[in-house]
């Protein structure tokens, strides 16, 4: 079964200071994952998806993610926090039903970001 | 010009009752979802819907029961509200072919006292 471990409920950064978001993930095959971003009272939006091509992946925002397979590993960085980054992030894995037609998203515990002045 | 829109935002009620949420999507998607996040923000899938097919039905209470008039839209119908079904409740859509990608509308706080 496929699932995601997100290692800090919650991480507090200061504005301009790099950001790193911890997600581990576990699959029985080549997963496609993912890093949803909810801010305050908002629904979720989508950061950036890797889906079995290049490693490394850029999100809008400046965000960017490395799927490391040898680590089993998908974290989420940004080289700047700024405070509008505020806001609860998901790491998400992909869990296909058998057809390449639906499936379903698995959602971690989700990080609190929060960026103080 | 909202993609994926939900009514109402917020919903409160007394246990027992019966409430129904809508959902709407203009994305000219085929495939519809309800997910339940709860107090401690952990969200799970509930339901999804292909075309007015459903797809995916996890171990949801059978007080629960979507309903898909056409493919523009999921509406959410609950039976006898209990205390435990306070939460924030999503819609999303996404193309047929391309689940992994879903928009999501703004959420639905139901609280039930």
């Known amino acids: 079964a496929q699932s995601v471990t997100q290692l800090d409920s919650h991480v507090s950064v200061s504005e301009g200071t790099p950001v790193l978001l911890r997600c581990n993930y576990s699959?029985?095959?080549?997963?496609?994952l993912f890093w949803y971003v909810q801010h305050p009272n908002k629904g979720l939006q989508l950061l950036l998806k890797?889906?079995?091509?290049?490693?490394l992946v850029k999100g809008i925002n400046g965000f960017e993610a490395e799927f490391k397979k040898s680590e089993t590993s998908f974290h989420l960085t940004k080289p700047s926090a700024h405070m509008s980054d505020a806001a609860e992030y998901f790491c998400?894995?992909?869990?296909?039903?058998?057809?390449?037609?639906?499936?379903?998203?698995?959602f971690g515990q989700g990080t609190t970001l929060q960026v103080k002045p | 010009d909202t993609a994926v829109s939900q009514t109402p935002k917020y919903l409160v009620t007394q246990m027992g009752n019966d409430k129904s949420i809508k959902c709407e999507q203009n994305?000219?998607?085929?495939?519809m979802y309800w997910y339940k996040q709860d107090s401690k923000k952990f969200l799970k899938i509930m339901f999804s819907?292909?075309?007015?097919?459903?797809?995916i039905n996890e171990t949801v209470p059978n007080r629960f029961s979507p309903k898909s008039p056409d493919k523009a839209h999921l509406n959410l119908h609950i039976n006898s509200l209990e205390l435990g079904d306070s939460a924030v409740y999503f819609c999303?859509?996404?193309?047929?072919?391309?689940?992994?990608?879903?928009?999501f509308g703004p959420g639905t706080r139901l609280t039930v006292l």
């Open positions: 994305l000219g998607h085929d495939t």
């Open positions: 699959s029985s095959y080549s997963p496609s």
């Open positions: 998400v894995v992909s869990d296909p039903s058998g057809s390449s037609n639906t499936g379903k998203l698995i």
């Open positions: 819907y292909n075309n007015k097919e459903l797809i």
């Open positions: 890797y889906t079995s091509a290049a490693t």
């Open positions: 999303a859509s996404s193309r047929r072919d391309s689940y992994n990608e879903q928009f």
